[in-house]
């Protein structure tokens, strides 16, 4: 058993304190910013132990150990990057997945709007190369396709990769770096656009991933990533976006440091509401001259000046607001079941998994949570064992409260589920802090109140 390992062996406490004490010592001794290499002595916040989020259980294997790793974020004090260390490799954790990004509605919105207006605003057609990193099923890379736009997917996970090549879509199933672009640049594949849509905080080895993307990037072509902005993960009291695939947390500040040192200018940005609050960096090579540099460049900087994000103090404050959460959390659990009320889940997201096992919430509060992706359904979640059914579930067995996991689609689950309405069933959403909505339908509207 390797020391960066917690496996529970049923009661044997004393086995498990003494573990995870041996976890801590060496997780501090050995903690270094994955940007600059410097060692890190500063927490942002604490989560205790986890399992990994997207370890979704099968039947027999809940008769097994479960492996729990440390969930302590730390804040770099030259970079500012919010940052896990790594527990697993990216192999382990990404080569068979169970998130599929076709399943939101919401999501296939954002990519067909985002690629109507690149080609309008950037002019791209048949002539050009859209490369994305990490494309899952292909539920971006379809809609370039559609308007006769080459392109071309890079995705780790098998299992989607098969998924993404069934709809016609060219996908090599790789992990990318500076090796797979060099492959790349070898078979004159180069990006006049190259994206990445929330992979960026999935990368172990940050820099390898920014000079890969140096390399396999056009002289004059364009980049776009969007990852969640540590901004609003601190004001909106996001903390269960945190989990062990999501390996390092960005403001504007610190991302723009990171790809000048690999001679990449972030030209301009836009803040996004996808994820609970985003950024999308757009990039090019430090000596193309087009596309000049956008005023919002400077305006996302002072804001997040303004916010205090340039201080290392700002960050160390926010395990106390996420210690409030998990208390109020607890309360309005307790005091349902007091009251022999019903609360089931809705959605099997990772970050419903840090959530649950962060405040302890199990089987005994949660009856059951929904999925509408198949892959997910008849598994169990990670840590708590939660079953995971169909979301016609919630119908045959009519609970008071349904707990919406990816609260960041509240509307959509929302208008899905509105039917809970006829039993007086209500919403919670946890973030970012506990509220309870009840619904009605009226002349085809949904109203919360």
């Excluded at 529970?8 to 270094?32: C, E, P, Y």
């Excluded at 804040?75 to 990216?90: H, W």
Aim: hydrophobic share 40%; proline share 4%; net charge negative.
């Amino acid at each position: 058993m390797q020391a960066s390992e917690s496996i529970i062996f049923g009661s044997d406490l004393f086995h498990i304190a003494n573990h995870f004490q041996v976890i801590t010592r060496k997780s501090m001794a050995i903690a270094q910013c994955r940007f600059s290499g410097q060692p890190l002595h500063h927490t942002f916040v604490d989560l205790g132990m986890s399992p990994l989020a997207n370890a979704y259980l099968t039947t027999e294997q809940l008769k097994n150990a479960e492996k729990f790793y440390p969930l302590h974020v730390y804040i770099s004090e030259d970079s500012l990057l919010v940052q896990l260390e790594q527990f697993e490799t990216p192999d382990q954790i990404f080569s068979d997945y169970a998130y599929f990004s076709s399943y939101s509605e919401t999501w296939l919105k954002h990519a067909k709007a985002y690629t109507d207006m690149m080609v309008e605003k950037f002019g791209f057609n048949h002539n050009s190369q859209v490369i994305e990193i990490a494309s899952n099923d292909g539920y971006l890379l379809q809609y370039f396709l559609e308007k006769g736009i080459p392109v071309l997917g890079i995705e780790p996970a098998a299992n989607i990769a098969k998924i993404a090549q069934a709809k016609g879509i060219p996908s090599i199933n790789k992990f990318f770096g500076i090796q797979t672009a060099q492959e790349l640049f070898t078979q004159g594949k180069q990006a006049d656009l190259l994206i990445g849509n929330n992979v960026l905080a999935h990368v172990p080895d940050l820099n390898n991933f920014v000079a890969g993307m140096k390399i396999v990037l056009k002289q004059d072509g364009i980049l776009t990533m969007e990852f969640p902005h540590i901004l609003q993960l601190i004001q909106q009291n996001q903390f269960d976006t945190i989990y062990h695939e999501h390996f390092s947390y960005f403001s504007f500040l610190a991302v723009e440091k990171i790809f000048l040192a690999h001679n990449l200018v972030v030209f301009d940005v836009e803040e996004l509401p996808t994820h609970g609050g985003s950024l999308r960096i757009y990039g090019k090579h430090e000596h193309a001259d087009y596309p000049v540099i956008s005023e919002r460049v400077s305006q996302i900087k002072a804001k997040e000046i303004a916010a205090g994000l340039h201080q290392i103090e700002t960050y160390c404050v926010f395990g106390e607001k996420v210690r409030q959460t998990k208390q109020k959390l607890l309360n309005f659990v307790l005091a349902a079941k007091v009251q022999g009320k019903s609360i089931v889940g809705y959605g099997a997201p990772a970050k419903g998994n840090t959530l649950l096992n962060y405040c302890g919430i199990g089987k005994d509060f949660i009856d059951y949570t929904v999925d509408r992706n198949p892959y997910k359904q008849g598994l169990f979640l990670p840590g708590t064992h939660i079953p995971i059914f169909h979301p016609d579930k919630i119908r045959e067995t009519k609970p008071d409260y349904v707990l919406i996991l990816p609260w960041n689609l509240q509307d959509e689950i929302m208008e899905q589920i509105a039917f809970i309405s006829e039993w007086n069933g209500q919403f919670v959403v946890p973030i970012p802090e506990v509220k309870i909505y009840s619904v009605t339908v009226r002349n085809h509207q949904l109203i919360t109140s």
